[in-house]
């Protein structure tokens, strides 16, 4: 390889790529940075007669993750470890014990690097055995042909097809029948729904955000492992937030994972806010339909938020 040939145009994708592996943005880009790293160094090594660049530097980032993989446990939202709390008095104990999912900060990578990234999806793929993720997000997502992907994998194209198929099964069984179908369809009630829900927010008008949810509306907040159904147990949810901090919050519009996002800033008692949520929706028809409500405020800096 040209000592001249740029690999850093490669690292939004390949971002994205390790970003649906692994489940955590600050994971996807140290093994981002790792992958560079190898091409780098192999560069001497790179036979453009086999392979594009592009394919290349896939293969190494595949084995990367699959390396790291090997020693993290998957990650999870708490809506995948159990069944949804009735008690929305309950202790908020965080469990710092559990990986859990992180979103993926959209304003920092360009549109293609974005597709196929719903919090739902990438939560069912996290399910899969490793080389079972690598080759469902090769194939379904990117497109490699099914010897582009054996070859990054280092396997067969049979082993491929049958890992491709079990992947496809599994991810079919949690109701997902591929990325396309939890990609955020475009509703042009969407924004405006958000904007109501910023106004309610910030106003503590929980009847206004109630209106806004759908019947089975979920709600979850890793790292507590809790997370509730249903508009009634929202709303009262809500009214415990207000009264455990107060009125007068602030928020700021942002997008994650290609759904809409919202930073939330608690009234400090001081003066001014402090850092306290990101938030991640799912509109459908004008009704939120779930929200991801994310407590660890190192997101923030991710996020290039305030």
């Known amino acids: 390889m ?35 790293l190898r091409a780098w160094k192999a560069r001497d090594r790179y036979d453009p007669a086999k392979a594009s660049v592009r394919t290349w530097l896939y293969r190494i980032a595949t ?9 993290r446990g998957r990650r999870a939202l708490p809506s995948g470890l159990g069944a949804p709390s009735r008690d929305t008095e309950a202790p908020l104990r965080p469990a710092f014990d559990i990986p859990w999912l992180e979103p993926f900060p959209d304003a920092r990578f360009d549109a293609d690097a974005r597709a196929d990234l719903r919090l739902a999806w990438v939560a069912a793929v996290q399910e899969l055995p490793a080389r079972q993720r690598a080759a469902l997000v090769l194939r379904d997502v990117l497109d490699f042909s099914a ?3 054996a070859d ?9 097809n049958s890992a491709l198929q079990r992947a496809r099964a599994t991810v079919g069984g949690l109701g997902l029948a591929d ?13 405006a729904t958000v904007e109501r829900y910023i106004h309610a927010f910030e106003a503590a008008d929980v009847p206004a955000l109630v209106k806004l949810l759908a019947d089975d509306v979920v709600m979850e907040m890793p790292p507590v492992p809790l997370w509730y159904r249903g508009r009634e147990h929202y709303g009262l949810f809500m009214e415990r937030v207000y009264r455990l901090n107060g009125t ?4 700021i519009r942002t997008s994650a994972n290609g759904q809409p996002a919202l930073a939330a800033y608690a009234p400090s008692p001081g003066g001014g806010h402090r ?10 028809e004008g ?8 407590a660890d405020t190192s997101l923030f800096d991710a996020f290039g938020l305030p």
Do not use: K
């Open 2 to 36: 040209d000592d001249r040939v740029d690999l850093e145009p490669h690292r939004a994708e390949l971002t994205a790529y390790c970003y649906r592996m692994l489940g955590s943005i600050h994971d996807a880009e140290d093994q981002v940075q790792e992958t560079l």
């Open 63 to 71: 084995n990367v993750c699959l390396s790291a993989l090997e020693s």
């Open 248 to 251: 007068g919050w602030r928020m």
């Open 287 to 294: 009704l939120v339909t779930a929200n991801v409500v994310f």
């Open 152 to 160: 990054q994998l280092g396997t067969s194209v049979a082993s491929v």
């Open 179 to 191: 990325a396309a179908d939890v990609r955020e369809v475009p509703d042009p009630d969407r924004d």
């Open 147 to 149: 010897a582009e992907v």
């Open 275 to 284: 850092r306290h949520t990101l938030q991640v929706f799912s509109v459908v």
